[in-house]
């Protein structure tokens, strides 16, 4: 399913080198204010153009409201945004057609799809589709309120010095992977659901939909492996709920606990680098060294904070209409 | 929701001092033999009443089949598996009512259902449901084959010693934490689907359902915030896919690859331990220490491999279903 | 599926001479008083006993709560009811086994299954199995409260005197069909959602899991093929909505308009009858004439009415709890 | 939900005076051949501008394919399917913004969304929308074959002679409605699961997401409710489930039995008229009389067939991808 969400849902589309990539939302409460001036700077962010060390692809991230719209106020219909692709040059791809590479879904997504998928850029599993997602994140950002979200890179390439170690890869015609935090705060208390729905469970599906991501913990995450029970277990201090540490990351039994939501999300150095790799052509089953032409991000990971704060926002948004937090209609 | 699975559903039921727990298995291809006697070895695996380092609780772990089986096979309709609760003191629990245990649901589950939630023993919330899991992966086990998954807890505490790091935990009225590692051989290639539905997105929201698990990683994972990309990526090989590392963990774009599939999960240590704990008493507002009496589990994630093993065979069984690799009638 | 229900999800389970039949419900709001009693007089509309054309199996229709009420309280944890079954006599089912009952389940689910169901009496396809349905609507008609639904029969094989046309299909060793008819009210407006989820839409698709009925019409139905827009049409009388003439059954665009919802169903003739009817031996492929020993319903519309109304239940509080005018916790 | 469908989804977006109109298709089988001139004869038939009795409003009918579509074949990616709006005078749907018309959603809707709906035309709950559904009709029906689905508008105004009454509704300035019956033929038995997912269910909750729609039955459908057990029951004649009569409509406990699958929908009159009709100003709470300009439909049951037709296809589809019917790669 290209979809996700029980109240709040968002569908994704489009490919990477086709006519157009969207989001389409279905659930969304009527009466929110909407206009494309509110989708600039997290659109900014995840294009991350400024910064050195990401791709410079010229995309129109320009959001265009086909439906659900009425009166610059969203109406309770099903909202389409769209975002045209620009014409782009494909001759790159037809010549690796056949020669998958390494750490894209080149392979996986020919066997799946019998080789009818759009191969161009990686089609339909491209980056390019995470701006769909941003955008339902600046919706949901907007629902959520007061709660809210955000996450920053905290490492690249193993070091907290991250424009060095970017400039360093860039350098090398290399890549690198990086550390995002992300943090929600304001949080109502029980949100989130027994087992299945717990909220590590939809935050961690939600999150993994972003290409790239490898592995996710929440608080102390990893390092609780090390710790004993009573270190790790937090006092609670007030009858509010509040922790005397956050070592769970605000979350017990599944459920928010009223503390920060804190977790870490580990993006895997980019794909595509300028170095030649090594795979097979899957027609004549001869190894080949290949090259990716064209200019590449050296750290995916700059531009995945954004897509992680949307991300976030959305299964929020979700669990807080299912607990009657936000209206349906907003005024 | 307390159901997971798009065409082999699962739901989870039941209370820790309840009557039963149980679970309710939808869309289990017919024809299917099943006796209890299958699911005897990971009933014992998640009890773990052998080993030390785990409570000694006397769990009824008879799996009493009331629907869906005829014949001795699965017969296409609901299977619902039952698991009856012995006889339980719930003295402690009413005790410790209005003073929520740290790291625990008690202090969440409470604001969450407005006081109604049955307490005792964490409830709904109790690691004791994980037996439903267990018995709906041993199914999903017979339905996957020859395909299989395996895990093994491979350290506790920081350390692969892990029958000392126990063992020192148990006498000092103590718990640990632990890793877990999962693998799945022989996976079709191209289960899984583009974003919402990576296999990663389906297997930490399943694995999430499993209380105490605080971090998952695919493949590298989050040694690969470390890695550049010239040594991440995997070199394919061999036209059926195969690649000469695997740091992606069996899965490109969010597809299996068909290399195995591998993560690990981190466990946080055991809640519950004999020491004494802060946390207040809700109704006056005052500080409290509590001490929790009984036996517990001085390392929780000794019994979380069978499970995690139990909800991944559940998802790509699931998966298999959808690329139509399992038939609806099992002859 | 076997479910069915967005927030308050309700799934089905059991077989008609298996252990038990029962129903599972997700998403029930916590707080909620329930006990067996609530259920006596719903239970026994069903079960029918006392009228003249029903069946008189003596069915074990005590509700048993295996989970999810605490203390007399839905606590919010899956809530399952089950029933047992009475030690059958499934003799005669041995003896139809590969000769199809005309009007029954049993050929088209011998070849969906494989042969693998269960064939005792219907198996999961039996009308037995609408005691869960029935349980899950007492809940709903208490959630749903001041809004109420109510059916009843107006019609038994076309005559509105229907005590002598079940007497006259009983002497005959006969059955009949009928027509039932349910208006639910006080409903908030606006319920249910445009297009897919219109509130026909989720009430046909709940009325249709009722085995037997073969039609369903909201409002004048039927008979608005034969009407002019001037006359169906019905005139909006004041500002709270409310009309002159009721054509529209109380719904507008999918959604309910604050008039009486109002709808009836048409239920086939019992499929078992005294009389000899034709169908094949399915290993032979010879025509045989087979009879159906014990005692039936002459008239099964007329245990339909509370199965009707608890499905009816069952998807307005669903649409309630979605427009947020049921609370999460019941106070 | 805007969306329908287990494995073959839809959803379905757009107002009638906004920009665009569309529908969204996930998990359509890869591998099928698809272009414009494949919609052309469908998309004419909802139009039925050449017909007396329907509207004249000159709509943009050219599929415009935004994703999901590549060198002529589907993707595997999610197929989106829009249609461009023509500019509309939307002055007349302002004058009677606060002067709801009666038999249209109008003040359900206003209700819902708190005024923050699209009023114009219809807004979302249009008929125009139904050329998404149509769309993804024309990719069921393809996927399907050899099973196919077929319906046609048996009556008007309760005559048999549907031009006539067409004709003389229209001089009068009314309209009527009208009875259409749609069959699918040769579909595989055992399509359809048990109670809550009968293929009565499924095709119930489809069609009446068309708007207009207020009755459908199967077989017999009401005058089921007048026969014998002995009538209505059909001999099985051979052991491919072949029957002497059809009086069950091809169904039996809700699966397909291999006859003709068969059933009929109630249309009511267009709503539109251009008689004076009664409502009420809902800000100053007066009577008021309207008429509504402009050209409408005198018989929308003319438009409904293929709508139907593409509903019903939909569901088999599903349910025939479910069953593994239809394989998820065309070749």
Redesign the interface.
């Known amino acids: ?4 969400g ?2 709040f ?1 968002v ?5 990477s080198h ?5 989001v ?1 939302i ?2 969304c409460p ?2 929110l204010p909407l206009k494309a001036e509110d989708f600039r700077e997290d659109l900014a962010r995840r294009r991350g153009g400024i910064q050195p060390g990401v791709t410079a692809r010229q995309e129109c991230d320009i959001p265009i ?4 719209l ?1 009166k610059g ?6 909202l ?1 945004i ?1 975002f045209e692709n620009a014409d782009l040059d494909s001759s790159e791809y037809e010549r690796l057609k056949d020669t ?1 590479r ?8 020919r ?4 080789g ?3 191969y161009r850029g ?4 491209s980056g390019r ?1 995470t701006a769909g997602l941003v955008a339902a994140g600046v919706i949901a950002k907007k629902l959520m309120q007061p709660a809210r979200v955000e996450a920053k890179l905290i ?4 070091s907290a010095d991250i424009d060095s170690a970017v400039q360093k ?1 860039l350098q ?1 015609g ?6 995002v935090e992300c943090a929600a705060y304001n949080l109502p ?2 949100l989130g ?6 909220v ?3 935050l ?6 972003i ?1 790239a ?10 390092n ?16 509010s ?1 509040r ?2 540490s956050n ?3 605000g ?8 503390n920060p939501l804190v977790f870490r999300v ?8 300028k ?1 030649a ?4 052509n ?1 027609l004549s ?1 001869e ?1 080949v060294s290949i090259t990716v032409q064209g200019r590449h991000d050296a750290c995916l ?1 700059l531009r995945v904070s954004v897509v992680l704060e949307a991300v976030t926002a959305m299964v929020l948004t979700d669990l807080m209409l ?3 937090k936000i ?3 907003i ?1």
Chains 1, 2, 3, 4 share one sequence.
């Open positions: 399913m290209n979809s996700f029980r109240l849902r569908s994704i589309l489009g490919e086709g006519t157009a990539i969207g389409l279905d659930g009527c009466g409201f086909k439906s659900g009425f106020k969203t109406s309770g219909a099903p389409l769209v998958p390494p750490g894209h879904a080149d392979y996986t997504a066997l799946k799809y019998g009818f998928n759009d990686g089609g339909h599993f589709l490492q690249a390439g193993g890869a090398e290399d890549s690198i992977g990086g550390l208390p029980g659901e027994p087992f299945f729905d717990s590590e469970s939809l961690s599906h939600a999150a993994f939909s290409p991501i490898k592995g996710i913990e929440f608080g102390s995450g990893f609780c492996t090390r710790m004993r029970g009573s270190e790790f277990n937090d006092a609670i201090i007030d009858p709920g922790t005397a070592h769970s990351g979350l017990n039994g599944g459920l928010t606990n009223g580990a993006v895997r150095p980019t794909a595509s680098i170095k790799q090594e795979t097979v899957l089953g190894a990971a299912l607990e009657q209206p349906r209609v005024r």
